[in-house]
């Protein structure tokens, strides 16, 4: 079964606007990491969130975590055309001194950015 | 650029052929990762490998798919024989867990084997 449900399942939005993915879970975490597979290729990480960290920013990316709420978002800011592609939250819920034992995948999200 | 490399990128085979793929993860990463990705079921982990030992195969099905890692340099997954409900593609990764640096536990994804079991 899989640990992560992103949600929603699909997002189509205009360049320039901002996307939002939402990951929910449920057990608990050592981290979560989101990663993007563009058409026809592997996974590419973006973005890696320890439980006890609440926000984190890369570039574009913003991530946040709720461990209360068994959480997490990802915003692209300013999105572009080549941002299409599907997004993948990836929970470790192994000790934090084997980080990335056994990432469970959710099913992703599929954004399309539309020039 | 450090990269997982997997071959072959496509393979096209008939029911009850043998099928072997092959992974060689990135130098110096001490896990190796085989995940299977379809439409249905998303990604799944098949079976992951520390310093070469298995260290969990229970997504493997046990009767047609091992998976084995005879040098450092490379992973292969064999099924034998193959199945039309195979038909998926199967990536490998390689990562150093417990390693230092804010990106510990990173995974790095090859290109991925697409298989077809007619």
């Known amino acids: 079964s899989q640990q992560g449900e992103e949600d929603p399942q699909a997002l189509s939005i205009q360049e320039g606007e901002n996307a939002t993915m939402n990951c929910s879970y449920k057990?608990?975490?050592?981290?979560l990491q989101w990663y993007r597979q563009n058409s026809g290729r592997g996974l590419v990480h973006l973005i890696l969130?320890?439980?006890?960290?609440r926000e984190k920013h890369s570039g574009r990316l913003r991530v946040t975590l709720d461990t209360s709420k068994k959480s997490s978002s990802l915003l692209i800011t300013a999105s572009r055309a080549a941002d299409t592609a599907s997004y993948f939250c990836a929970t470790d819920a192994g000790r934090k001194e084997t980080s990335g034992s056994r990432l469970t995948f959710g099913e992703g999200t599929q954004l399309t950015v539309n020039p | 650029d450090a990269r997982v490399t997997q071959t072959p990128r496509h393979k096209v085979t008939e029911m009850g052929q043998e099928v072997t793929m092959r992974c060689q993860p990135i130098l110096g990463h001490n896990t190796v990762f085989w995940y299977r990705q379809t439409m249905m079921q998303g990604l799944e982990l098949l079976a992951y490998f520390r310093n070469r030992a298995p260290l969990d195969d229970s997504g493997m099905p046990k009767d047609r798919f091992s998976a084995e890692m005879p040098d450092a340099t490379l992973a292969t997954l064999k099924i034998q024989p193959s199945e039309p409900r195979d038909s998926a593609v199967y990536f490998c990764a390689s990562g150093f867990p417990g390693g230092s640096g804010s990106k510990a536990g990173e995974l790095f994804f090859g290109e991925g084997s697409r298989l077809t079991v007619l």
């Open positions: 969130i320890r439980s006890n960290e």
């Open positions: 057990t608990s975490i050592n981290n």
